[in-house]
Nanobody, 115 residues
């Protein structure tokens, strides 16, 4: 089992910044993918960004340039720096961990961007 603990969500005005962090613990092997998804009310969950096992990153095309994902492999953490936030970024953000066919999700952290 792998446990994920997220932090850093909250309320911010449009144009502001937030940083989300996620720490993984438990039965972790050396090769894994960690990332962030989000789900806005009435919408499907969508990929925000992820860091692949070898360290490369993927972003949702619409978010690249405003959001930056980073990983600390020594601490098994992943962070998401979100800048120039817009009201449409309002959603519950979920940390995810994948390896060897296992998929784990965090409990989600609310990000609300006011106009």
């Amino acid at each position: 089992q792998v446990q994920l603990v997220e932090s850093g969500g909250g309320l911010v005005q449009a144009g502001g910044s937030l940083r989300l962090s996620c720490a993984a613990s438990g039965n972790i092997f050396s090769s894994y993918v960690m990332g962030w998804y989000r789900q806005a009310p009435g919408k499907q969950r969508e990929l925000v960004a992820q860091v692949l096992a070898e360290g490369s990153t993927n972003y949702a095309a619409s978010l690249k340039g405003r959001f930056t994902i980073s990983r600390d492999t020594a601490k098994n953490t992943v962070s998401l720096q979100m800048n120039s936030l817009k009201p449409e970024d309002t959603a519950v953000y979920y940390c995810t961990f994948r390896d060897l066919g296992r998929v784990y999700w965090g409990q989600g952290t609310q990000v609300t961007v006011s106009s």
